[in-house]
């Protein structure tokens, strides 16, 4: 072969490896951009499907707690009324509850408890409780527990016609006595179907009984 022919031939051949090699070099690098830029898989999350089948719990958030009632604060407590003091009784109304209370305990048999009412005078002309107990029980034997009171009287013609015997109402305070009559229904028209008391203040002023009939 002369010499042109083969400065030539290696140029050719020098082309034609040169393109290969560039043509390769191309190649490789395709595949390099191919395996370097693999998509990112995209992960979509889901509210409602646990991940990797595992249900994580959700927070309970407590109840609030109730509120304990808050006491309502006293208002000022009211003044206490003051309970009013039992009149006393007048002149009329004592003499009538001690001469009631007199005969009760007459008709009960109680002869301690109605001597005890009566005054100083009466209990001297009586003598002894025994004799006292023992007239008084007679009498009232047949008085059947009934008696009837009439209304005191602190009249003075009435007083003066039962208080004439000085001695009889010895200690009694007429200026407040007053005279109740006692009549027993169980001794209709008899003489000693009746008593007169004298019910008055004594000189301590307890209130005593004079049997002025």
Same mark, same amino acid.
């Given at each position: 072969m002369?010499?042109?022919?083969?400065?030539? &031939?290696?140029?050719?051949?020098?082309?034609?490896?040169?393109l290969g090699m560039l043509v390769a070099v191309a190649l490789g690098a395709c595949a390099t951009a191919h395996v370097g830029s693999a998509p990112t898989p995209v992960v979509h999350e889901s509210a409602s499907?646990?991940?990797? *089948?595992?249900?994580?719990?959700?927070?309970?958030?407590?109840?609030? &707690?109730?509120?304990?009632?808050?006491?309502?604060?006293a208002?000022?407590?009211?003044?206490?009324?003051?309970?009013p003091s039992p009149r006393p009784l007048t002149g009329a109304a004592m003499a009538r509850s001690v001469a009631a209370r007199y005969e009760r305990r007459l008709v009960a048999g109680d002869w301690r408890g109605a001597w005890n009412l009566l005054s100083r005078v009466d209990q001297n002309l009586r003598g002894t409780l025994a004799d006292y107990a023992d007239e008084r029980s007679a009498f009232f034997d047949n008085v059947g527990g009934r008696y009837v009171l009439a209304k005191p009287t602190h009249d003075r013609a009435v007083l003066r016609m039962w208080t004439q015997s000085a001695e009889l109402v010895r *200690?009694?305070?007429? &200026?407040?006595? !007053?005279?109740?009559? +006692?009549?027993y229904p169980a001794?209709?028209?008899?003489?000693?179907? !009746?008593? +007169?008391?004298?019910?008055?203040?004594?000189?301590?002023?307890n209130w005593k009984i004079w049997e002025v009939r």
């Open positions: 002369d010499h042109p022919s083969l400065i030539k &031939s290696i140029r050719q051949a020098a082309r034609t490896s040169l499907k646990p991940t990797d *089948g595992v249900a994580f719990p959700r927070p309970s958030i407590p109840p609030p &707690s109730p509120q304990a009632p808050q006491p309502t604060p208002g000022p407590k009211p003044s206490p009324i003051p309970k *200690g009694a305070d007429l &200026s407040r006595a !007053w005279i109740v009559q +006692v009549t001794l209709p028209n008899n003489n000693a179907g !009746w008593d +007169v008391l004298l019910v008055a203040p004594d000189a301590r002023g």
